[in-house]
């Protein structure tokens, strides 16, 4: 159950990761407009808090990053603190994004199911 819990906490930090490749490298481009439904102008007018914000959820990702290894050499303790702290952090940003702005469901939901799912294993195999 832990795999598994570390599976679905490495899917969410790859999701993060894209996400702060478009929020941080390519937020003015038509494809990252298109994905976050701005216009030209609004990226502009966005770009230094996007920018802010991509590494917000890279250093997330990364944290996971960092549990999973630890994890694997043995750590388990840290190493699932780590991975908690990060996949929690991404729930909890999902749920603002669910709960400020309903009609971002299904972005709100890509950002926080799989972190919650990896939560819920992760911790189940840590108290089974």
């Known amino acids: 159950m832990l795999i598994a819990g570390l599976v ?3 899917l969410a930090a790859l999701i993060h990761v894209y996400i702060f ?4 490298i390519i937020w003015t481009s ?6 976050f439904g701005t216009t030209e102008q609004e990226a502009q007018t966005t770009k230094a808090l996007a920018f802010n914000q991509g590494f917000y959820n890279l250093f997330l990702a990364i944290l996971i990053g960092i549990g ?4 694997a050499v043995g750590q388990q303790a840290v ?4 991975v908690l702290s990060g996949a ?5 940003a999902g749920l603002v994004l669910l709960i400020s702005d309903p009609s971002k469901a299904s ?3 890509k950002q926080l199911v799989p972190p919650a ?7 189940l195999a840590l108290v089974l």
Request: with cysteine.
């Open 8 to 10: 679905f906490a490495g």
């Open 21 to 24: 490749y478009l929020e941080s």
């Open 30 to 35: 038509a494809s990252a407009r298109a994905v």
């Open 68 to 71: 999973i290894v630890a994890v």
């Open 79 to 82: 190493g699932a603190t780590l």
């Open 88 to 92: 929690g952090s991404m729930v909890a």
């Open 107 to 109: 972005a709100a939901l």
């Open 117 to 123: 799912i990896g939560c819920v294993l992760v911790v």
